[in-house]
Structure formats: structure tokens, C-alpha cells
């Protein structure tokens, strides 16, 4: 499979986003069986794996950590750091915040170290931008951990343009995380031409819509119970009527997916993999079988009709990517 760069390190275009394994779409997946999933991605040819200190508080680090510290030489480990959840009174989450702080940082490193069972972390990403901080602090510190060997590349989050600047001028700045695929353009306008100045790589987290783009979710089974992130108050675009709305944009999907024998998820990573040789997207799954379709999305070549086709659905989309909260965290 074709490698792309990321910081001076080949991944394969398609890497993976461990998120839903232990946080956000439900409850998590058993651990042996999520190991035994992020085994067979490393067979399959998958080498760049994404999670968060904020995922699972913790415990997302900690099982790539029992996957991989046998593996370590076999996968780049990207992880995050900056955000920090607020309780109330009884002890139950009330909201998040941003704390990039230096000494936050030296906090979260540590425990990511700990937790991923390694010396050193591939990718290490300022996971949201703190406005109280300037960047260059937030930043700087992170570029001490590269040269204190803890970290090899570092990176940003959803941090808009401008900053982006301002953080390559304090230390090389190699990727930025953002929500990218054919429902969510954003970073087109100005993180992308950023990011072919500084020479760094585009990492399109939710490729997939949330999943929206797979074609698998149905008006019937609209993502919902304990732990369910995809909710109206989260992410209007699964609000009541936003969500029937977009579910028949998939369905221009489905169409010229159809045409190439393969999903609409496939066509939705094709169609982000085709927007630059420095874009990587890291789908997320928690099942097998969907990984070996997603890594399928390789294999496919959309015309530019077809590409402008898809390009187009993203003003169609109803409701934001976040709620009000999340939309103000994001471009920053
Ligand atoms: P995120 O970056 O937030 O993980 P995403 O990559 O756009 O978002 O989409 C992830 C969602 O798509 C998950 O709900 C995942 O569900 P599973 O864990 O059940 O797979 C779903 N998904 C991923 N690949 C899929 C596929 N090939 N078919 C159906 N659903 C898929």
C-alpha cells in the first residue's frame, strides 16, 4: 500500500482512530477483543495509531499500551493533551475545558508515557488551543519534549491558521488533526493552504461523518443510549430532522459509490485522500470487518466529476459539527 509522509515517518494513508474503543459511541469495547482488533490492523498494514489522554480519561492510552509495548518498532502513536473535564458536586462530568499550561502538559506527557507503555510518544498534538496561553508557550514546551527525546514530532488540533504560523515559527509544527471529510470542509479555506506552506500533513479525523458517510445508519437505528456522543445537544447534525436530512445526502453518496462496486464510507475516504498527497485520514472503528472495508477506500479513483459532486454535498449538510461550546473551541 502507498505511504504518505507524516513528520519525516511513511504511514499508510489510512491509519486508525481509537476513540470509539473506549469512549464516546457507547460502552467500550471488551479489551481483549479491542486488542485483538489492533492486532489484526497492524497485520492488515495499518502503522498509525490516533488516541487522547482525553479518551476514556486514560484508558484508551492504556490499551494501546497493553497492544502495542510487545509491537512498539510496528506503529506510530499519535496522543493529545490540553483538555481537562469539569466535575460538580457529585463527582459527575459538567463540561470540559483547555488547560495549555507547560506544566499541564508535563503532567498529561507523563502519564501518557506511562499509560501507551513506551519511552516515547510519534506525534504529540496540543489536542485543543488554549485562548488564555499564548501558543509559543504552549508550543515551546512541547518542542522541550522533542528535545528531551519523549516526543519525535509535534502537532496541533483543530487550531486555525494564524496559530499555526505562530506555532511553526516556535518549533516545526509536522501535522494538524481536524475534522475533514465530504460533510465538514472547513479546513479548506485556510488550514490547508497553511499547511502546504509549512510542509506539514493534514490528519482528517471523522472522515466518516461520525459515521454518517458509512450508509450503515439508518433513520431506525440512529446512534443513541449510555455514553452516546452523537446526540442532538452534541452534535446537532444527529438533531431530529437534521439527521433525516443528511441521512439522504449519503444517499448521493451511495450512488456513485455504487457505481465503483464499493460503500459509501469508501467513497467518503477516497474522496478525503484525494484532496492532497499530505492529507492521512484515521477513520475510526471498532470492528473488524469495517476496518478491512475502510482500508479497501485505497483502492478506489473517483473522477473530478465525481469528486466536485461530493465536494458539493458539504453546504447541504444541516446543523453544525458541534455544539455551540465544541464550534467555539474549534479554529482558534
Ligand atoms: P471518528 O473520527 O469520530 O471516529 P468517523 O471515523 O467519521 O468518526 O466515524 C466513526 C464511526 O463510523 C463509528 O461509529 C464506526 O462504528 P463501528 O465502530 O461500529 O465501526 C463507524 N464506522 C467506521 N467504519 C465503518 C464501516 N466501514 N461501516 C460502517 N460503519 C463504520
Redesign the pocket.
Known sequence: MDQRKLHDFDVNPIGL?C??LSA??GPPTEQAEAIRMLHEAIELGINHFDTAEMYGMGANEKLLGEAFSDRRDKVRIATKWGPKFLFDEDGNISGTTVDGTPENMRRAVENSLKFLKTDVIDLYYLHRVDPNIPIEESVGAMGDLVDEGKVRAIGLSEAGAETISRAHKTHPVSAVQSEY?IFSRDVEETTLPTLKDIGATLVA???????L????MTKENK?SGEGEFRQAAMQPRFAEGAYEANLALVEEVRSISETHGA?P??VALAWVLAQGENIVA??????L???K??LGASAITLSDAELAGLGALADKVQGARYNEQGMASVNR
Open positions: 482512530g476513540m470509539g464516546f459511541y471529510s479525523y471523522s472522515p466518516l461523518g461520525r459515521g458517510l458509512t450508509g450503515a446512534p460503500s464510507g469508501q484515521i477513520p475510526g472503528t471498532t470492528k470487518a469495517n476496518m472495508s475502510n
